[in-house]
């Protein structure tokens, strides 16, 4: 076998030093390099004693005999620093020696022991710098959960904060839509006013006839029958106008099918004796049985924000020919309302924030109607509010969601 080579090569490689001690723990023999990584010189170790050599053996005498006595078979130092020129790590194993022939008095079965010093810096370091890498990601990982529950409980509180403001803010749309709708009340009531004084007076005039003729006795049972008839037209002429008013004015409560011709033509039957006053003209065409599923109400109030709009601008702008004109048809399934004037349109400076909160163009105005109505359209009905210069004035298209064939009524 190739014993002395096998070795020769292992001694060539080596990361081993190595001393040998008697039974007594005397040092009697050493490799070369020893002196490096225990603190006596070479020449220095022989015939000391190896706890001098080795301190780290001191006090472990008992088991250094159990050794000599082939009580235990080995046992290893892990880990040992020396920093004699630099951090070395070395590794402290003890194994038997030599045998003996046969026990001594003392029972030892070998008279010698092998001490060897593994060199495992390199080993050493590695760990040391996995532990610190292990550490600081240790560290680094508590670092991030920190940050993280910090950030966590920053959103949380953002949340809260935006939440609130959100709900100020519906609160804040709510009491702006409830001012603006007192203020449409008020000018409605103002208009029906105005409607009521022509009934009023043909039903004056009525009167005055009937009881003059009654007192003269020259009205025939016919004429004052037909006298009669003229004043419940007028009456429910009246009532009818009350009722429109009422149901324009309450809230829709679910969204339904109805008919926006009828529905617009209820918008002019209520404003038109105020617009005729004013010399303003509506027009009325297209599509008469076209649908929309909504809320009618409210539409019927962005219409009305759109035609008080054109009204109020033919009365700071005058024209010779003043109309209002509105047409609903189909814009690709869509149902489409568009309100037109010709009354100058809408200055290029305005027209970007136009629908924005508290922005008019009105002398007086509050700058919160077309906000309202982009709103109702938008939010409420799923639908848009456009708007452009066209042929020297405004106008304003109301984009509907189309009807699905399955959503007819």
């Known amino acids: ?44 170790c022989d015939n000391i004693d190896i706890t001098d050599l080795v301190p780290e053996l001191y006090g472990l005498e008992t088991v250094l005999e159990e050794i000599l006595k082939g009580q235990r078979h080995a046992f290893t130092i892990p880990y040992v620093q020396k920093s004699l020129h630099k951090d070395v790590y070395i590794h402290i194993h003890v194994h038997p020696g030599r045998r003996r022939p046969s026990a001594d008095e003392q029972g030892r079965v070998y008279e010698s022991m092998v001490v060897l010093f593994e060199n495992v810096t390199d080993m050493a370091q590695t760990q040391q710098k996995l532990i610190q890498e292990r550490n600081e990601k240790s560290l680094l990982l508590d670092d991030i959960s920190q940050k993280n529950a910090q950030l966590k409980r920053f959103n949380e509180e953002m949340q809260e904060i935006v939440d609130e403001e959100i709900k100020k803010n519906m609160e804040k749309q709510k009491l702006v839509e409830l001012q603006a709708r007192h203020a449409q009340m008020g000018e409605m009531i103002g208009m029906i006013t105005h409607q009521w004084k022509q009934p009023l007076n043909v039903i004056s005039l009525i009167v005055n006839v009937l009881k003059l003729n009654l007192n003269k006795r020259t009205l025939s049972d016919d004429e ?12 429910r002429y009246m009532d009818q106008t009350v009722s429109d008013f009422q149901s324009f004015f309450n809230p829709s409560r679910e969204r339904i099918y109805f008919n926006l011709y009828d529905s617009i033509k209820t918008i002019i039957d209520l404003v038109q004796f105020e617009y ?36 109020d601008a033919y009365i700071e702008n005058p024209q010779d020919d003043m109309r209002i004109f509105i047409d609903i048809k189909e814009d690709e399934g869509r149902p489409c309302v568009t309100v037109r004037d010709n009354a100058g349109g809408i200055r290029e400076d305005v027209m970007e924030k136009i629908f924005d909160l508290y922005v008019t163009t009105k002398p007086k105005g509050s700058g919160i109607g077309l906000n309202i109505a982009k709103n109702m359209v938008e939010n409420n009905m799923q639908g848009k509010l456009l708007v452009r210069n066209v042929d020297g004035g405004a106008e304003f298209t109301i984009l509907l969601p189309a009807l699905q064939e399955t959503d007819t009524p």
Do not use: W
């Open 224 to 235: 004052v029958n037909k006298k009669l008839d003229d004043t419940l037209k007028q009456v």
């Open 276 to 311: 005729s006053h004013n010399h303003i003209t509506l027009e009325l065409h297209g599509n008469e049985k076209l649908l929309a599923y909504g809320y009618p109400n409210e539409f019927n109030q962005v219409v009305l924000t759109l035609l008080n709009n054109a009204r």
């Open 1 to 44: 076998m190739h014993i002395q080579e096998i070795l020769n090569a292992i001694y060539a490689n080596h990361i081993y030093e190595y001393v040998v001690v008697d039974e007594t723990y005397r040092v009697i023999e050493f490799s070369d390099k020893v002196f490096e990584l225990c603190s006596q010189r070479a020449k220095e």
